[in-house]
């Protein structure tokens, strides 16, 4: 069935480049040879993301570069041609996107499409011979992470989800904070949300996989994840509505607790009708907080101790120059498809515990 991007959503909603080193399960035995190269870059899906972050970024990168696009609006097309110097056989729309298979400049396709589309053009590429890097929340479901994990090491590629914060100084900063001389970890606090606008988006559709908890929410179960350095073993939910006409399809306000092992636990909150954005670590002898956390810029840290000076970074360039470099040296990733499998499951036990009333065990 022929569509486009914007047509996908209206119905819904009214081998490889490079070969891995023998290092990673499952890959090719070759190494990659030459190490210098900048790896070809295709973003699929041209919309705000791609388009002010992922597209900016990628001048900026060391390790890669934009090298081609995807999209199903040709009215894009000339914009981005001529902004970024793309050839016209680098360019793509969602009917003939299994023709990159046969284009040597695309290392890597750059999912930046609604969450329902994720895993479709993960395999789709993964059978194409590309490496993907896919936005989070990985898929719908843990089901379609698993299909995706498959199809890309089945090809031979890499599986990469974009976990931003995870190359971060700020949150870097956070991971380490329990191997610091602040005693055992006790709770870690972690909010995000913001007021979401245009009712007709397709966040606000449950076919889309919209919704707080998968849009925002995942950030607060990576950060009390990467921060605790340990997996939750059970979660208690509620969700909470104040809109039940802008919201009668998603979840508004979730708010859980996970508890992790050795009686660690964390609070966590999200929603797209209030506006907060917090990382903080409480520890027997000390703490540390991260404020405007999850955003792109303008992350403040402090501690117990007073303001940490931290140098921020282009997120998206670091991130992608790090998934990159993995993908030459043969490296194994903390944002790779089974760190996406892994929320999904704490996910979906968020919203089983928030319809059931009761706790979840993981």
């Known amino acids: 069935m022929k569509y486009t991007r914007r047509r996908f959503i209206s119905t819904l909603g009214a081998g490889s480049a490079l070969i891995m080193a023998s290092s990673i399960p499952g890959f090719s035995n070759n190494i990659f040879q030459d190490k210098n190269k900048k790896l070809g870059v295709a973003l699929v899906g041209l919309g705000s993301y791609a388009s002010y972050q992922l597209a900016p970024a990628l001048l900026e990168t060391s390790s890669c570069y934009l090298s081609g696009i995807v999209t199903g609006t040709p009215s894009k097309i000339d914009t981005w041609k001529n902004k970024y110097k793309i050839p016209d056989e680098n360019i793509y729309n969602y009917d003939n996107f299994d023709k990159i298979i046969n284009n040597k400049s695309i290392d890597v396709v ?192 402090t501690s117990n101790r007073g303001p940490v000076d931290i140098k921020p970074v282009n997120q998206q360039a670091v991130q992608m120059d790090t998934f990159c470099k993995s993908i030459v040296d043969g490296s194994e990733s903390d944002a790779d498809g089974s760190e996406g499998l892994r929320d999904m499951r704490i996910i979906e036990a968020i919203f089983k515990s928030a319809k059931s009333g009761t706790m979840v065990i993981l």
Not at 127 to 143: D, I, Q, T, W
Not at 181 to 190: M, N, P
């Open 110 to 301: 750059y999912v930046v499409l609604p969450n329902s589309m994720h895993s479709e053009f993960t395999i789709r590429a993964a059978k194409a011979g590309k490496h993907v890097f896919c936005e989070k929340p990985m898929a719908l479901s843990s089901r379609e992470c698993a299909e995706m994990i498959s199809a890309c090491k089945n090809a031979g590629v890499r599986l990469f989800v974009g976990y931003r914060c995870h190359t971060d100084p700020f949150h870097k900063t956070a991971m380490n904070f329990k191997n610091t001389s602040v005693g055992a970890l006790k709770v870690v606090q972690s909010e995000f949300g913001f007021r979401s606008g245009d009712p007709k988006q397709w966040r606000l559709r449950k076919a889309h996989g919209g919704g707080a908890l998968m849009d925002v929410g995942i950030y607060s179960i990576q950060g009390s994840r990467y921060s605790i350095g340990k997996e939750p073993i059970s979660v208690s939910a509620h969700e909470y509505k104040t809109d039940n006409v802008k919201f009668a399809e998603v979840d508004e306000t979730m708010i859980w607790q996970m508890e992790f092992p050795g009686g660690i636990a964390s609070s966590c909150i999200c929603s797209f009708n209030a506006p907060f954005n917090r990382l903080h670590i409480t520890a027997e002898n000390g703490w540390f907080e991260i404020n405007n956390a999850y955003s792109y810029g303008g992350l403040r840290a």
